[in-house]
């Protein structure tokens, strides 16, 4: 029986409007977001190849001596996603440039032409259709489906014969997320062979199935829309009144929402500034400097004359390697504290379902605030192979002093580092990894955990509600 | 017969849940975050008060021409809480220079780099989302409505004319939402005076009337979309349907999709390339001031002093350095300031790069009446893109007031009051006597010669005085009311013009409809 209703329903939904206009809409900025995507992929990648190839090349200009490797700042960019079509994450906003060398790697920055004055530069992008779009589809479809029924008069004929109230709900939920899933499914299909087509976005099997899961998780998302459709059409006896509150919960909690959360946070946040960061450097290099006898006689001596006897050169060495984690870990303090308001920031907002689902998306694409941090540790864990290289590769030097320091004259005129040559291809060379599948559905459980609670919540709601109903 | 109709019809909305729903949700968005925007202005209001004061403070202990380098800023717009356009983004300062002339730029945020959003709030928000779909819900069922119930059957067999009858419910969609947008308007008007630094001149009371009259117009055209779908349809079920996706288009389709497509359409330049130029300029600018080879080397004495700006001046200095001092600034600043204004150049169409892309995907939003709206809305603010190079150019204009002011004063930055407190006398005296002490042959003529520099230096002790500054052109930053006027007329009239298309077509389509 459940299956009949659910067919009816689907049957009644295909002839109407509605479903035409969703349908139209939603082909259509699904197609243009493909095409968009595509455009701007490809420039991307371009850039980001010879940007990262200019630095492969500067750095292998410096391996004729061991110790310019190491103190050699290289340029890393982060790497274009093809899943940036799904959830971008304002990844054109977020840091995107990092400076390592074997020392230290600086605070990740944003480079590039990001054109401010606009004024949003969120891209069009999937969880954008899906979150504003297609949930206000999932309300169109909802808002009569059972306050319709009732003022047509066919609810008291259907209920009058021995079918159970909740085979009802139920077969008019089916029929609505069935005629829902039909724009979504169509609409990424569209969007997936305009991105196939152009050949230039390469979609494996581990981003097949990431895809799949971000379809997953937009169902779960609609799923929340169109129960909360049942549950107010089904406390209301007027489909215009039930309109009324849908749109106003809709528009409350997709579009203001998220926009006041923000606001309220960033009024009620203090962040760390950068004079701060500055401030905390110059006191920690200034304690260690006035300490510096604990580091060997004659550490704190800034003499370069080699021959000078009161240079301690392997004390000189330790007490900048000091200053260098000293800086590194605050550094690394300061990082985690931008982290932490970001994160605190989006999840102080995540009182609306469309901040959960695009958190969702990102992270099961793998772009977002997220991935900019995991990348900055990918960077960070790089630079200390390097630094392990150079350690081992210095060990074969009989002629250097095998102090390996981020104080480049000892290394240039001391061989505090060895001078000799190295073979480029041995030299570890940065790799970007992308997050694993299971790594980023890590990530997402909570957020999917969330989407399902909401779920639960509406159809509890929604079944109470209409077995109290008024059908008269 | 009209106003009977728009009187039953104004009382019937009055009474519905949607108006109640709408009504209220504007109240509490008001009434919660009215104050936090108010809150906002006084801040930044407070900066900008201890700016200026420094600045103006710091400008008037001035000891030498060349210091004059102060930093003009720009009042924050009061009727930012209405509209915030771009008064975050942009950077509201320029610092007045020999060789820079000063452009807007954009505010490359500080700090955290993990929120790029700006959360803008403003009033214009809850016009924008909330009154348009109130607008639309009180339409949606104006004629199909009627028809359904069968009422407007009875209606049309009286001698009541059609378009008396789509008048009168013109009138009485115009008189209910003009209830909201009053109550918001009032609402948020007496939050924001109630803050005391907040003060609104006689001009800012011409913009508020003009942004509740294009409030009016723009709900206007939203209730007329809706009736004219009403008048389109035949079930009202349908004519919401069509309605509300048509607002989403609005709302939200086509504010984005302008963004995306102005940024095709007009790609940025790439930094490399600007920066190649910048460099090439500047390495142009460094031989040209290499070229320049002035003598120094009987230069005698060192004796500088901190300036206000973080300049300096010379204090006392012997004849031969000020001398070639003099030559040198004679030379090199006509050359920095014939550069400036080629880096001005490269700057400025760098930037308008970046605003072409604004105006480009304003034009394309256009179709948009929610685009218009807001477009008209940060015009009366003063707070849109045009309002900062408005800013912009009078500070141009001052800038090129105090070169001229200063060129006057120093003889074309030839004199020595350009960098020096000492005069040309005082130091040619003073080389004498130095010189007098240097050369003595004896004990007894060096004592006597540093005798006498020493008397002398007592009775022209170092005149460090701040400069006079009685017809120093200082700048006031003059919002024009009429200037800003002129610019929100087009878009004010083509929501004029919406208004009547949309009044023809749906008196068109309503003459035609078949009330059965």
Excluded at chain 1, 234 to 244: D, I, L, P, Q, V
Excluded at chain 1, 319 to 327: E, R, T, V
Excluded at chain 2, 207 to 235: K, P
Aim: aromatic share 10%.
């Amino acid at each position: 029986m459940i299956r009949q209703i659910a067919y009816r329903e689907i049957l009644e939904n295909f002839l109407s409007l509605r479903f035409a206009l969703s349908l139209l809409l939603t082909t259509c900025l699904f197609a243009v977001c493909g095409y968009v995507f595509v455009i701007d992929y490809q420039g991307q990648s371009k850039d980001y190849w010879k940007k990262m190839n200019e630095n492969l090349a500067a750095l292998r200009k410096q391996s004729s001596a061991l110790y310019q490797v190491a103190f050699y700042q290289q340029g890393i960019y982060s790497r274009p996603q093809p899943l940036a079509m799904c959830a971008e994450g304002q990844a054109k906003a977020l840091p995107n440039f990092f400076e390592v060398n074997a020392f230290t790697a600086d605070l990740p920055k944003t480079k590039g032409r990001v054109n401010f004055a606009l004024p949003q530069f969120n891209s069009v992008d999937w969880a954008l259709i899906i979150s504003l779009i297609l949930s206000f589809a999932a309300l169109v479809f909802t808002y009569d489906i059972i306050c319709g029924e009732k003022e047509v008069g066919t609810l008291r004929l259907m209920l009058a014969s021995t079918i159970p109230r909740y085979k009802v709900l139920l077969g008019k939920y089916l029929g609505a997320m069935v005629t829902l899933a039909i724009p979504l499914i169509i609409g990424m299909l569209v969007s997936l062979i305009i991105i196939i087509s152009s050949k230039d976005v390469a979609i494996d099997g581990g981003k097949w199935i990431k895809i799949l899961a971000i379809m997953v998780v937009s169902l779960l998302y609609l799923s929340i829309f169109v129960l909360l459709g049942m549950f107010v059409s089904s406390r209301t006896g007027h489909s215009a009144n039930s309109m009324a509150i849908l749109l106003l919960v809709w528009v409350a909690s997709v579009i203001l929402l998220p926009s006041f959360c923000r606001i309220i946070f960033d009024v009620a946040y203090i962040e760390s500034t950068e004079q701060e960061l500055q401030r905390r450097l110059r006191e920690a290099s200034d304690e260690i400097w006035n300490n510096h006898e604990k580091y060997g006689k004659n550490a704190g001596s800034m003499s370069n004359n080699l021959s000078d006897p009161i240079n301690n050169p392997p004390a000189r060495a330790r007490l900048q390697n000091a200053i260098m984690d000293a800086k590194n870990q605050i550094l690394q303090e300061h990082h985690s504290r931008w982290l932490e308001q970001a994160l605190a920031r989006r999840d102080f907002a995540s009182v609306s379902p469309a901040v959960i689902y695009q958190r969702a998306c990102e992270a099961i694409a793998g772009t977002g605030i997220n991935r900019c941090a995991d990348l900055y540790g990918q960077v960070k864990r790089y630079g200390a192979d390097l630094k392990e290289f150079v350690r081992s590769r210095d060990m074969e030097d009989p002629e250097s002093l095998h102090l390996i320091g981020p104080e480049r004259n000892m290394a240039s005129s001391w061989r505090a580092i060895s001078h000799n040559p190295v073979d480029f291809d041995t030299v570890p060379k940065f790799q970007e990894r992308d997050l694993a599948l299971g790594e980023s559905l890590k990530l997402a459980i909570w957020d999917i955990g969330l989407l399902v609670l909401f779920n639960l919540v509406f159809f509890a709601a929604s079944f109470v509600s209409f077995l109290r109903y008024d059908v008269r | 017969m009209i106003w009977k109709i728009a009187k039953k019809e104004f009382l019937l909305n009055l009474m519905t849940f949607k108006f109640a729903v709408g009504a209220v949700a504007c109240i509490v968005l008001t009434a919660v975050f009215m104050p936090i925007l108010a809150a906002d202005y006084q801040q930044r209001l407070g900066t900008y008060n201890r700016n200026v004061g420094d600045n103006e403070t710091e400008l008037r202990n001035v000891k030498v021409y060349r210091s004059i380098t102060h930093t003009i800023y720009r009042p924050p717009a009061v009727l930012s809480a209405f509209s915030a356009g771009m008064e975050k983004q942009m950077v509201g300062n320029a610092k007045i220079e020999l060789d820079k002339v000063p452009e807007l730029s954009v505010t490359q945020r500080k700090g955290n780099p993990y929120l790029p959003i700006f959360a803008v709030f403003d009033e214009s928000l809850i016009f924008k989302i909330i009154i348009s779909i109130l607008a639309l819900l009180v339409a949606y069922d104006v004629i199909s409505g009627e028809r359904e119930q069968g009422t407007l059957k009875l209606m049309l067999s009286g001698a009541t004319a059609r378009h008396q009858v789509l008048l009168g419910k013109i009138m009485a969609g115009l008189v209910t939402l003009c209830v909201p947008v009053a109550i918001t308007f009032v609402i948020g008007l007496v939050i924001l005076i109630s803050f005391p630094m907040v003060a609104l001149s006689g001009s800012d009371w011409v913009r508020i009337g003009l942004m509740f009259v294009a409030s009016i117009a723009f709900t206007l055209i939203m209730y007329q979309l809706g009736l004219l779908f009403s008048c389109l349809t035949r079930r009202s079920a349908i004519s919401m349907v069509l309605g509300l996706f048509v607002w989403i288009i609005f709302a939200i389709v086509i504010p984005n999709a302008s963004v995306q497509l102005a940024t095709q359409i007009r790609p940025l330049e790439s930094e490399e390339k600007r920066d190649g130029r910048m460099l090439s300029l500047k390495n142009d600018l460094a031989r040209e001031l290499g070229d320049i080879k002035v003598d120094f080397s009987s230069s005698l004495i060192t004796s500088d002093e901190g300036d206000v700006f973080g300049g300096y001046y010379a204090k006392r200095r012997d004849i031969y350095w000020l001398h070639a001092e003099q030559k040198l600034n004679s030379l090199d600043i006509p050359v920095k300031l014939r550069y400036a204004d080629k880096f001005w150049e490269l700057e400025h169409s760098n930037l308008n790069s970046f605003f072409g892309q604004r105006t480009l995907a304003n034009r394309l939003s256009r179709i948009s009446p929610i685009s218009i709206y807001e477009n008209v809305i940060a015009i009366l603010a003063g707070t849109d893109l045009t309002s900062f190079q408005d800013f912009i150019n009078q500070v141009k204009i001052h800038r090129n007031e105090v070169v001229g002011y200063i060129r006057s004063r120093t003889d074309n930055f030839s004199s020595a009051s350009f960098f020096a407190v000492c005069t040309e006398e005082e130091s040619a005296e003073y080389t004498k006597l130095y010189l007098q002490k240097e050369k003595a042959g004896d004990e007894q003529a060096k004592a006597r010669a540093e005798q006498a520099l020493k008397e002398w230096e007592l009775e022209n002790p170092v005149k460090a005085v701040s400069l006079n500054l009685q017809d120093f052109p200082w700048f006031k930053y003059r919002p024009t009311l009429a200037g800003d006027l002129e610019k929100a007329i087009p878009d004010l009239v083509m929501l004029a013009i919406a208004n009547v298309v949309l009044f023809a077509a749906s008196f068109v389509a309503f003459l035609r409809y078949d009330v059965r």
